[in-house]
């Protein structure tokens, strides 16, 4: 096969192998390396919801279309009470392109890294395949299709439309998937013979002679006569820790990348990654002709070891007790549709806000931003493939098998995920189904562990770790020697932010008892409750506005009181925390306010009502014997001399460390506006969350505060989400996306009696789209 007739045939076969190239623009800056260039168009798409006959034309004039960016949701939507089905429909996307003259004579494949359902995708006219499932990359060639001297149309059907034939479909699921093309478009320019993927596989870390084992996989199209050279280098920083060389002899065309294993040993003076101490280090992978370098990549990576054991769950040796939450990637207004700074925020979130220490990717694969920014924060992470329950035919198996491998492929070299996730979430026992997917998944990756997300302990055990959602209390004792509890409390006590204190609080504590149970065992692994952050579903799931309040925090990332417990548990040396499970009010308990339980890392608490001391508190050892940091739970009923303001007091050792102050005034007193960020950059996706908050006197929030916000913009941004916004909870977000243009934006935000509150935004340059 010469490699003319091998580019004929290969274009749909790369969609459907799932050897989908980990090669993406990590900025909006083009991606240049020696022999390859990677450039992202995610600006100047053309979009519409209506279907022309000849959309697919080179030809067809789209100038009516509208003009998006991407992340693109096909429809933006209330963030509550609407009917999914308005998303659930066919709509074309078209971006117009010239090649750079240095492509003439380069193979060139588009790559997607998430299109919500299925792709059909054509360029020039020319139907090119249709890629089926919307969490994983997928990629097609288009050099035999282009024209190199004039303009190229790409076109791509996108069907958000929840198909029986993919995965997670065919049943029913309790979250909601969106439509759009919702994560970043780029084009590939490689030479004939490239370097296709690359795995970073560090040994024996624990050592003192720790080592590394990179898999090179080349991609041949056409016969090379003269042989290659593979040279790899270890980086920190801009500094060579280590290199090696192989030689790669003439071969022929392959359909099937070839893989090279290249060791670099005797590596003393790498660092551990950990949860504090976050090293990171680059592997540079260069192919080599004689002197000229062909092509070029590289990968992050860090030197670790983790394993699921009898002991629990150890990272370089020592037990760690896992403590998390589950996350959808979805969020108010534009579903899955969030750029790169957004994603990362969640981990933020996450580890730095919540002090989790892994998190699963319930029920998919997600952003690589976020992953990135698990690596970079410390955060572990547990990634699944998609599904929910349902198994479908064979044919809908072997995608699922399929997103075994993308998953993988796509994401083998970040040192936070410990653990992959080859079942379908709470399905049903499938011997011959999980026996491949599990097999898969040891051959693509020797170095971690396997598990299976089920509800029944009765399950078939074939991964290596036994993963159990367990919604009971007590939890089921472990039943395998490796045993993580990967779901629990959720759905079976959803909590509001504006739900009254009895519930609020009992929110809180049956978290606190299952990490109290799963502290007593160290059997137990840990535990990673469901869910982090509220999210969207069907009808017939959640409290019947299409919201499942199963998490800690609501949908716009604000915090309930059962987050505070999670807060909680790191130590006073990362931040002292004192959060209580209630807001204070006389007689929102059944009968007046009797029951107040805080979380804190302190060691003893004073309380203060109208500023007399009424109690000093202890953490509650009898109810939580096993927590390193228990809640403090005091009755307050006979101790109220009058009603007044409260003063929480954090003591460790007999040291004031920390003072708390709630109004006793029920009266909403401050609007306050708080953005995540204030420096946004000019691409016309980046965005930034902003807060808004009713509160009292010493800025604890006032709950029941539902005001309607009036939102002004000034300059190149706008708003995602409803203006005016009407609180929630005393509390609310929206998101300031910036547009295409450099400048300053400035936000005001108005309170219909406490006033107008402003934030300013820099809005950066970016650099323009090469194509």
């Known amino acids: 096969m010469d490699r003319r007739d091998f580019i004929r045939t290969t274009g749909t076969l790369i969609a459907g192998t799932g050897l989908v190239p980990h090669i993406f623009a990590d900025t909006a800056e083009d ?38 960016v991407i992340p693109h949701t096909n429809i933006r939507l209330p963030w509550h009470g609407f009917n999914e089905k308005k998303y659930e429909f066919v709509s074309i996307y078209r971006r117009r392109f010239k090649m750079p003259k240095t492509a003439r004579g380069q193979r060139v494949f588009v790559d997607f890294e998430g299109v919500m359902t299925a792709s059909t995708v054509w360029i020039n006219g020319e139907r090119l395949g249709e890629y089926k499932g919307g969490y994983t990359p997928f990629s097609f060639e288009l050099t035999p299709h282009l024209d190199f001297e004039g303009e190229n149309v790409l076109a791509v059907d996108v069907d958000s439309s929840e198909r029986a034939d993919i995965p997670p479909f065919g049943y029913e699921i309790d979250y909601l998937t969106f439509g759009g093309i919702y994560r970043e478009v780029s084009l590939r320019i490689v030479p004939a013979t490239f370097i296709e993927n690359i795995f ?37 920083g801009d500094r060579t820790m280590a290199k090696a060389s192989q030689r790669v002899p003439p071969s022929g065309v392959a359909g099937e990348p070839v893989a090279h294993t290249i060791h670099l040993e005797n590596l003393a003076g790498v660092k551990l990654w950990d949860l504090e101490q976050r090293n990171l280090y680059t592997v540079r992978v260069r192919l080599v002709r004689g002197s000229q370098t062909i092509d070029e990549d590289s990968r992050r990576l860090g030197f670790r070891d983790a394993q699921f ?35 990362r925020r969640d981990a933020q979130i996450l580890r730095k806000n919540l002090h989790c220490n892994i ?13 990135d920014a698990c690596d970079e924060v410390g ?13 479908g035919d064979e044919a809908w198996k072997q995608l699922s098998i399929d997103n075994v491998r993308r998953m993988i492929r796509r994401d083998w070299n970040h040192p936070s995920i410990v653990l992959w996730g080859v079942r379908i979430n709470e399905s049903k026992d499938d011997h011959d189904f999980y026996t491949r997917t599990n097999a898969l998944a040891h051959q693509l990756d020797s170095t971690r562990q396997t598990g299976g997300i089920r509800y029944f302990q009765e399950s078939e055990f074939l991964e290596d770790v036994f993963t159990m959602n367990d919604f009971g209390f007590p939890l089921k004792p472990p039943n395998h020697p490796r045993y993580l509890n990967t779901e629990f409390v959720g759905h079976t006590y959803p909590t509001k932010t504006i739900d009254n204190v009895e519930r609020l609080t009992e929110h809180t504590l049956r978290h606190a008892r299952i990490h109290d149970q799963l502290a007593s065992d160290p059997q137990y692994a840990g535990g990673i409750g469901w869910c982090a952050f509220d999210y969207n579903t069907h009808g017939d799931f959640g409290s019947g506005d299409r919201i ?34 209630f807001h204070w009010a006389r007689g929102d308990q059944s009968v007046g306010f009797s029951k107040a339980v805080v979380c804190s890392n302190c060691d003893h608490l004073k ?22 940091y228990a809640p403090f739970v005091v009755e307050l009923g006979e101790l109220f001399h009058k009603w007044g303001d409260l003063r929480l007091e954090g003591y460790i050792q007999g040291k004031q460390v920390i003072v708390k102050k709630f109004s006793g005034n ?80 400035r936000l005001t935000a108005i309170h219909p009696q406490l006033g107008p509150q402003r934030v300013e935004f820099e809005i950066g340059e970016a650099l323009p789209e090469r194509v």
């Open 31 to 68: 991606s240049k390396q020696q022999g390859r260039l990677v450039l992202p168009i995610n600006r100047n798409w053309r979009y519409s919801q209506t279907l022309a006959d000849a959309r697919h034309s080179k030809d067809f004039d789209d100038s009516r279309f509208e003009r998006v």
């Open 200 to 236: 970073a596989r560090p040994k024996d870390v624990l050592t003192a002679k720790p080592s590394l084992d990179v898999d090179c996989f080349l991609q041949h199209s056409e016969v090379a006569r003269d042989p290659l050279t593979i040279e790899i280098e270890l980086l920190d």
């Open 309 to 343: 054991t009898d002991r629990g769950f150890q990272l370089n040796g020592k037990v760690i007790k896992l403590r998390g939450l589950d996350r959808h990637q979805t969020f108010p207004f534009v579903g899955q549709a969030m750029p790169g700074r957004v994603q």
């Open 359 to 371: 998190v699963r990717t319930s029920h998919y694969p997600q952003s690589r931003h976020f992953l």
């Open 379 to 391: 955060l572990l992470v547990l990634e699944e493939i998609p599904g929910w329950q349902h198994i």
């Open 548 to 581: 499942c309040y199963h998490g800690v925090t609501d949908i716009f990332r604000e915090p309930k009181p059962a987050a505070g417990f999670y807060k909680s548990q790191c130590d006073p040396a990362e931040e002292i925390v004192l959060e209580p499970a």
């Open 607 to 628: 309380i203060y009502i109208a500023d007399q001391l009424v109690a000093e508190v202890d953490p509650d050892r009898k109810q939580f014997s096993h927590l390193r």
């Open 666 to 745: 029920g009266v909403d007193t401050k609007f306050a506006l708080l953005p995540d960020d204030t420096s946004l950059i000019a691409d016309g996706a980046d965005s930034t969350r902003v807060v808004m908050r009713v509160t009292d006197e010493f800025g604890a929030i006032c709950p029941f505060a539902n005001d309607s916000i009036k939102l002004e913009v000034e300059g190149p941004a706008e708003i995602t989400g409803d203006n005016p916004f009407s609180l929630i909870g005393g509390t609310g977000a929206i998101w300031i996306r910036a547009k295409e243009q450099a400048g300053t934006v």
